[in-house]
């Protein structure tokens, strides 16, 4: 006979064994900002921000190719900033995540993106020269000398803050390999 207000069921397990505790080799707070790391990730932002001002202060001449670097350089630019913010106000110590392997994923893929960014950038910058209407009389080029400068910086932004995200995914393979071995 089962004593007064106990169950016939088992207890619940514990939810926590089979969480993994998180794997974090960066450190938590404004530290973060002390790492190449978290420097790079500061960059990235300042850089991508850059990015997209120079874009959208162009008329936007070419809407395919230039929408295409504006949504990667603001998608980027809004997941760095939660990405710096986790490791700045601690979330990282309280979710169970293999960081280093998130780090890398995320700084992986948006190197790939911003590089092909970049380089839509720079093809729309190249475009110069040609006529915006092929039928006309008139000689008015796709981008004007304003834009055209504009363009140019934003190549070279848009350069370095694809660099900045292939530096910081060395950094966090770097960090992943040795954390795994």
């Known amino acids: 006979m089962l004593p007064r207000g106990a169950s016939s069921m088992p207890p619940p397990p514990n939810p926590a064994p089979y969480f993994p505790p998180p794997r974090v080799t960066l450190p938590s707070g404004l530290e973060i900002l002390r790492t190449f790391s978290g420097a790079v990730i500061f960059l990235e932002i300042v850089f991508g921000t850059i990015v997209w001002i120079l874009v959208a202060s162009t008329q936007i001449p070419l809407p395919l190719l230039q929408g295409w670097v504006m949504f990667v350089a603001v998608t980027a630019w809004c997941l760095s900033i939660v ?25 992986g893929a948006t190197f790939v993106f911003y590089f092909g960014a970049f380089l839509l950038q720079a093809a729309t910058t190249s475009l110069h020269y040609l006529p915006r209407k092929f039928n006309s009389t008139t000689q008015e080029t796709i981008l004007s000398g304003r834009e055209y400068n504009i363009s140019i910086a934003a190549s070279i932004f848009a350069f370095a ?5 292939g530096c910081s995914t060395a950094l966090a393979l770097r960090r992943w390999r040795l954390n795994n071995s």
């Not at 803050?161 to 995200?165: E, F, K, L, M």
């Open 83 to 107: 990405f710096l913010s986790v490791f700045l106000f601690g979330y990282a110590n309280r979710i169970a995540v293999n960081w280093n392997q998130a780090d890398f994923i995320f700084h």
């Open 161 to 165: 803050t694809a660099i900045c995200y």
